[in-house]
Nanobody, 122 residues
Framework: QVQLVESGGGLVQAGGSLRLSCAAS????????MGWFRQAPGKEREFVSA????????YYADSVKGRFTISRDNAKNTVYLQMNSLKPEDTAVYYC???????????????WGQGTQVTVSS
């Protein structure tokens, strides 16, 4: 099993920045990719960004390209999501996820964190 704990959410004004962190523990050797997803009230969970654990390949949703940056620190088993130029439509619960298989932009990940709230005020 892999446990994921997110941190770094909060309330920020439009145009501001936040950095989310996701610390992985347990059988981290089984992780091949990690991703960030978000879910706004009344909406389905959607892909935000993903990174391969070893090769550093990254993917982004069109809605966050140029504003969000995903990175990883393998020594700390931690993935980060730097979010800049935040907009009110970025408001959601952000979830970290880990995957044993190939990196993917869908929700078919094996392990999920409990989520952290990000609220962007206008």
């Amino acid at each position: 099993q892999v446990q994921l704990v997110e941190s770094g959410g909060g309330l920020v004004q439009a145009g501001g920045s936040l950095r989310l962190s996701c610390a992985a523990s347990g059988r981290t050797y089984s992780i091949n990719a990690m991703g960030w997803f978000r879910q706004a009230p009344g909406k389905e969970r959607e892909f935000v960004s993903a990174i391969s654990w070893s090769g550093g390949s990254t993917y982004y949703a069109d809605s966050v390209k140029g504003r969000f940056t995903i990175s990883r620190d393998n020594a700390k088993n931690t993935v980060y999501l730097q979010m800049n130029s935040l907009k009110p439509e970025d408001t959601a619960v952000y979830y970290c996820a880990a995957k044993r298989g190939p990196i993917a932009v869908n929700v078919e990940y094996d392990y999920w964190g409990q989520g952290t709230q990000v609220t962007v005020s206008s």
